[in-house]
């Protein structure tokens, strides 16, 4: 009795705390799974033609076009070796955030898509060995080939990551593309079909959280996702797991009663992390010190005193590349007024100077880690993304993202 009690305080407690924080990060958001969203009418959908669903695709029933890509250990290998097979295949990059977070669970569902004669490749950027650290780290096994430049990347060439195709057994387009982690991901448990219970799926099925690995069968009841930052979640966990973790902290054992319970409130509402919409106007900025592209440290505190405006950019966003010259023209204008402009890029150095050449920019361009901590500790994934921070180093106005919203931030900011 005494063990239902505190459960159940612990419950409201954890609820109201969410509430709050959610509250003033305007982050709260309750959904059913996407899963449940692919029904009839969205599967009816499929069958449009591909320019139609979405626009630069390929179009449905259309042949891929053909490749010859090193794998990890240098051997060539073309798709025509992957004929026989549908393939998953998917635009990649270990460094991208969105990459990073829905890797797990394409590690998880390999030995499914293996039962239904389907083949997870992925098209990755970056050296052999950064990507045999990230398959490493994920538990992937399946061939990652490797992308040698943007220019070689064929339909992925004005695209980010991760996006991703499914190719039938004659290498042909299945499905409309699937741009973002969200979407990704949806096309590869629709591939992988049905899965076995966590207790039946093996040590890297997600069975810690108490969740089934896949999509239940038809007619049960889809959980709740209440999605949080991946720096407080970074893996799906239900209710009931938070609190036994929590209960177990404070020495309290759980019984067969609780776990039935636990079961139950995982049933219902799964802590998801997703990316953040932005620290809110009025909170102090987060101080970072990174390399800019010549390996000179520069720290947001030597600008304590000037405005500054923090963009965070990645040389393969295309609406970056349309606002670039529009930062190069702010900075020229702006610099005898104080303002400071600095951009916050993800990937390599030389990719990120290039850009920079491209562009002109005089300002610093910084280099964060393939983690993406500074933009993680802004609660942003998303690019182009920017902050407007006053000069005692708090955040001026709301975070813009995209172009326009971008462009109406420098206006508004300009008092």
Known sequence: MLTTVLLLLILVSLWVGFYQLFKQQGRILLRLDRIEQLGPDNQAKSDVPHEQAEAGGLLLRSNFPAFTFPDLAGRAMTLEEFRGRRVLLVHWNFECGFCDSIAPQLARLEGAFAKQNAQLLLLAHGEAKENQEGAAEHGLECPILLIKGREDA???????????????EQGRVAAPVARGAEHVLALALELAGPQPAAAEAGPSAPQRSGLPSGPPPAGTHQPH????????????????????????????????????????????????????SGLKAGTPAPVFQLPDLQGRMVSLQEYRGRRVLLFFSDPQCGPCDELAPQLVRLHRERAHDGLGVIVVGRGGAEENRRKAEQHGMEFPVLLQDRKWKVSKEYDMLATPAAFLIAEDGVIAREPAVGRDAIMALVRNGQG
């Open 154 to 168: 064929g339909p992925f060439r004005q695209e980010g990551t991760p996006v991703a195709y499914l190719l039938d």
């Open 225 to 276: 996702r209440l999605s949080l930052p991946r720096f407080l979640v970074k893996h799906d966990i239900g209710l009931g797991d938070v609190i036994k973790r929590f209960t177990s902290a404070l020495g309290i054992k759980t019984c067969v009663g609780c776990e039935r319970r636990a079961a139950v409130l995982n049933r219902w509402l799964v802590l998801s992390g997703i990316g953040g």
